[in-house]
Each structure stands twice: as C-alpha cells, then as structure tokens.
C-alpha cells in the first residue's frame, strides 16, 4: 500500500522559515516524479514544486528562489525547504506522486504565515 505522510506545517511569521517533510511507504520514491502542491481557502490546488526521478527540479514562479525541493534516498523522503515566507504562502501544503499509474496524495499539512 501506497502511503504518502506531509509534516513540519506551522504558524511563522512573515520572512521566516519552514521546512515540510514527505515520507512514503509502498514505493520507492526515487523512482517517481515528487510534487509539492497547495491550497488555499477559496482557491483552487496549485502546483508548487516538483523533482524528477532523475534529479530535475521545477518551481511555480511565485516560489522560485525562495522555495527549495530535495529528495532524500536513502530515507525515502521528499522535503521542500520554505525561505522568506510571505502571508500569500499560507495554504495546505500537499505532496504527490504519480506510480504504477495511480496519483497518490498525502492528507496535507497547514502552513500559516501571520504575523
């Protein structure tokens, strides 16, 4: 069974710092495309980031040069590193992946940017 599990949500203050965690079980995430994505309340899901299985990056351009998505193999998770944070940021932050031809979502972690 295929799981996907998002931490490390919170409340920061405009200009700070997150980093949100993704830890799967069932695949071997390496093999797959991983994507960050989120919601907002009222708005629809937008992709946020995504990593390749070959290593390639992507970013929305609304986060580009302050967000930053890693992989880590050896524990078969996926990060992404949140900088200078900006109360538009706030949403539920989403992982993904498509394997085996079926697109696997994580239950989502709230971020809150608020002073």
């Known amino acids: 069974q295929v799981r996907l599990e998002e931490s490390g949500g919170g409340l920061v203050q405009p200009g700070g710092s997150l980093r949100l965690s993704c830890a799967a079980s069932?695949?071997?995430?390496?093999?797959?495309?991983m994507g960050w994505y989120r919601q907002a309340p009222g708005k629809q899901r937008e992709w946020v980031a995504d990593?390749?299985?070959?290593?390639?990056?992507d970013y929305a351009y609304s986060v580009k040069g302050r967000f930053t998505i890693t992989r880590d193999n050896v524990r078969n998770m996926g990060y992404l590193q949140m900088n200078s944070l900006k109360r538009e940021d706030t949403a539920v932050y989403y992982c993904?992946?498509?394997?085996?031809?079926?697109?696997?979502w994580g239950q989502g972690t709230q971020v809150t940017v608020s002073s």
């Open positions: 990593v390749s299985g070959g290593g390639t990056t």
């Open positions: 993904d992946t498509v394997a085996r031809g079926s697109d696997y």
């Open positions: 069932g695949i071997i995430l390496s093999q797959y495309t």
